[in-house]
């Protein structure tokens, strides 16, 4: 723990004392990179260490929240926490390594507080100190950058939550997320339901177990059964001499995330069928019997009941899967949630491109009146476009408009790489601007995956790609 002599009297005096083994550069780093230091010069500080137990508040911190230091030193905040304050960005960035920025709810004052946390590291690696500074949202001086900038939502599990329908879904993943029962999330295509079926992980008792993706339709149909279920050395040709575990097995004690479950063949539907009835699996070419324990998530875009009438989905796999429901509302339905995303996309954008980009209010209304076809997915890649194509910090409504028109940058971009190709064939046309545009997103990020993401596919989808 931090010796608590010096680091009272940074909190309580605001000095330049810190323990000699907290890293001066750090907390330098800390002050100027933070929300609140943009924003104003009145700063409240609150600091806990690396377990969550809380070190010091200073005056201003007493005087913003009515908590005083005698109230809250000593003690951990996971006591705190829904006492005097929620949620607690302290456990979150010792639970992400990251810095934060949340909107918090005190009850001592029953107002609401900008609060961003600041992990700082020892040579290690291990966080030995979060720095929280805390500003209330109606005294910021710059107000409109401060707002427009820093998220004004609740984030929980990586979902932005600020519309009722958002709500009401987190209130039933806490529900379902205790109990050890299949669930099928529906809807619309970049809406986040793998995010949701991530929720559902983190609030379970499996959390500690493995959350294992698969999107069924990425798969090629004749490799999807040895995906799944594993197959043993030599089972079919091209196969790894030693065998492999299949995406089942690799799930034990944890969360196996089937998603476009509605892409599922019909023969397989079968064996995942007996398989959620007995919990266990053959591999392909074996005939030894594994007992396996795995929760199921599926997720699909399309309607199931409307699949099982035309009998391209098995009733009782459709019946074992849905035990609980969880339907997703597109984008359009739930458009108070747009502006939240807007900050949280940003923030996270600004941060990976080193940039300073926000949005105008008057941005920020045509993003709102726009329908989106492709839901939060469509929303993210535009932000992304925006943020790189653009040199200003100050992206406007002209520069919104001109994107979702299809006349922006990025369109232009697109147009320069079609007049390039040097075909007069559609089919080789389309795949030379697919390898294209996938060697440009290729170079401008550092895995696979990340690539994947900023796409908006699945990384299985552009390994096949590329």
Request: with cysteine; proline share 5%.
């Amino acid at each position: 723990m931090p010796e608590l002599s010096s680091l009272h009297a940074f909190c309580r005096e605001g000095k330049d004392t810190t323990p000699d083994h907290v890293s001066i550069g750090n907390l330098e780093q800390v002050r100027e990179n933070s929300l609140a230091t943009e924003c104003g010069d009145e700063h409240s500080f609150y600091f806990s260490d690396g377990e969550a137990y809380t070190l010091g508040v200073n005056r201003n911190y007493e005087k913003l929240t009515g908590l005083a230091q005698e109230y809250v030193y000593g003690r951990n905040i996971r006591e705190l926490e829904k006492l005097y304050f929620e949620p607690s960005v302290t456990l979150k960035v010792l639970k992400t390594h990251r810095p934060l920025t949340i909107i918090q709810h005190h009850y001592t004052r029953n107002k609401k507080l900008l609060v961003t946390g600041n992990p700082v590291f020892n040579q290690e690696g291990k966080i030995i100190l979060v720095v929280t500074l805390v500003k209330a949202l109606k005294t910021q001086r710059n107000e409109r950058f401060c707002l427009l900038k820093a998220p004004s939502y609740t984030l929980v599990g990586g979902m932005v939550i600020n519309s009722p329908p958002m709500q009401e879904i987190i209130e039933k993943i806490a529900y379902i997320a205790g109990i050890k029962s299949n669930v099928v999330i529906t809807g619309e295509s970049g809406t986040g339901k793998e995010l949701i079926a991530r929720s559902i992980h983190d609030f379970s008792p499996q959390k500690e177990g493995p959350f294992i993706p698969v999107n069924t339709a990425a798969i090629p149909e004749n490799l999807l059964e040895a995906e799944l279920f594993g197959y043993v050395g030599g089972a079919f040709t091209g196969a790894n001499p030693r065998g492999s575990q299949g995406f089942i097995k690799k799930a034990a004690g944890g969360i196996l995330f089937l998603d476009e479950i509605g892409e599922l063949p019909l023969a397989l539907q079968a064996k995942l069928l007996r398989f959620l009835e007995n919990k266990e699996i053959i591999p392909v070419g074996g005939n030894q019997v594994e007992r396996v324990d795995v929760r199921v998530i599926c997720a699909t875009n399309r309607n199931l009941e409307q699949m099982m009438a035309e009998g391209k989905m098995r009733k009782d796999l459709y019946y074992r899967l849905n035990v609980f429901n969880i339907f997703v509302p597109p984008l359009r339905d739930r458009k108070e949630d747009i502006p939240a995303l807007c900050s949280f996309y940003l923030e996270d954008l600004n941060r990976r491109f080193n940039t300073r980009k926000y949005l105008t209010p008057a941005a920020v209304k045509v993003l709102e009146s726009h329908t989106w076809p492709g839901n939060v997915r469509e929303l993210k890649n535009l932000l992304e476009r925006l943020v790189v194509l653009y040199p200003a910090n100050e992206i406007g409504k002209l520069d919104v408009e001109k994107e979702l028109s299809g006349t922006g940058l990025g369109n232009i971009c697109i147009q320069e790489t079609i007049h390039t190709l040097e075909t007069n064939k559609l089919y080789e046309a389309v795949a030379m601007f697919e390898k294209k545009y996938i060697s440009d997103y290729l170079s401008r990020y550092n895995s696979i995956e990340d690539c994947a993401r900023a796409m908006g596919i699945h990384r299985t989808t552009l390994m096949r790609k590329m």
